[in-house]
């Protein structure tokens, strides 16, 4: 019986990184993507019309999508959540 010869693997060597500048305008592009401007009715993501609103964000009831609306305070949200008991106040 022949014993078979290990074959040679070369290493492999990892693609480019490609380096992105940081300005703020790069910055205001991704916030762009990221918030939602006024009060839509239906879910950025699968398009369901099965929405709930909540004071800063838009909860899709469907796929679990959370999206920030634009100039909604934090401060009404987190009241929100502690009077609605989704959070415990400290």
Do not use: N
């Not at 959540?81 to 400290?90: F, K, N, Q, T, V």
């Amino acid at each position: 019986m022949k014993v078979a010869k290990a074959k040679r693997v070369k290493p492999k060597v990892p693609a480019p990184a490609a380096v992105i500048r940081l300005t703020p305008e790069h910055t205001l592009q991704r916030a762009a993507k990221r918030f939602l401007s006024g009060s839509p009715t239906r879910c950025p993501k699968c398009d369901s019309t099965y929405v709930g609103r909540e004071p800063a964000f838009i909860h899709c009831r469907l796929c679990g999508k959370l999206a920030r609306i634009v100039d909604a305070p934090l401060e009404l949200q987190e009241l929100w959540e502690i009077r609605s008991g989704l959070r415990i106040a400290s």
